[in-house]
T-cell receptor, first 113, second 116 residues
Framework: GQSLEQPSEVTAVEGAIVQINCTYQ??????LSWYQQHDGGAPTFLSY????GLEETGRFSSFLSRSDSYGYLLLQELQMKDSASYFC??????????????FGTGTQLKVEL | GAVVSQHPSRVICKSGTSVKIECRSL??????MFWYRQFPKQSLMLMAT?????????EQGVEKDKFLINHASLTLSTLTVTSAHPEDSSFYIC????????????FGQGTRLTVV
């Protein structure tokens, strides 16, 4: 089975940097993705790591260490609009044509002034 | 980018009735779509994998007779919640992946179901 753990809540101030961790235990692994979800909205894709290392996309970066079954999302220059829930997710290569996503427990980020 | 459209966005129904939710891929063909359920402050839980032209694959603990899935074309999957009860009230979201884009899953807008 698949299991992905994240901190439940993180609070930071505007302009700061925050890191959201994700540890996973999976029977299959096809890469680690990150999604953002605002209240009442659909998840939107942020980043994807198939290989170890850091991927940077604007203010957001994502890191993966496959040997440690660990990844994180780094948000820089925090803005109020970044207040949302963030989910890591793993694709299962063995089912659903390799497109099936299992989501982490989710981290609610609150950005304060 | 690819778009997945879900309808309706909100629905209120009486206990015992059925509700159908549609999920369409607008600019790509999806042989596989996924249906998730999300309770407040919780993660997205996969309910089932919808397969075009064949039976859906349900996750453990999901009642296939209660949550009917039909994937009759490459651009449309439907989820019907049958004999709905208040405990079925939740946020239902579909997703699909564009075969031409290997990394990103696209999600519908979600359907907020309230059973009264």
């Amino acid at each position: 089975g698949q299991s992905l753990e994240q901190p439940s809540e993180v609070t930071a101030v505007e302009g700061a940097i925050v890191q959201i961790n994700c540890t996973y235990q999976t029977s299959g692994f096809y890469g680690l993705s990150w999604y953002q979800q605002h209240d009442g909205g659909a998840p939107t894709f942020l980043s994807y790591n198939a290989l170890d290392g850091l991927e940077e996309t604007g203010r957001f970066s994502s890191f993966l260490s496959r040997s440690d079954s660990y990844g994180y999302l780094l948000l820089q220059e925090l803005q109020m609009k970044d207040s949302a829930s963030y989910f890591c997710a793993v694709r299962d290569p063995l089912t659903g044509g390799g497109n099936k996503l299992t989501f982490g427990t989710g981290t609610q980020l609150k950005v304060e002034l | 980018g690819a778009v997945v459209s879900q309808h309706p966005s909100r629905v209120i129904c009486k206990s015992g009735t059925s509700v159908k939710i549609e999920c369409r891929s607008l600019d790509f063909q999806a042989t596989t779509m996924f249906w998730y359920r999300q309770f407040p402050k919780q993660s997205l839980m996969l309910m089932a994998t919808s397969n075009e032209g064949s039976k859906a694959t349900y996750e453990q603990g999901v009642e296939k007779d209660k949550f009917l899935i039909n994937h009759a074309s490459l651009t449309l999957s439907t989820l019907t919640v049958t004999s709905a009860h208040p405990e079925d009230s939740s946020f239902y979201i579909c997703s699909a992946r564009d075969p031409g884009q290997n990394t990103e899953a696209f999600f519908g807008q979600g359907t907020r179901l309230t059973v009264v």
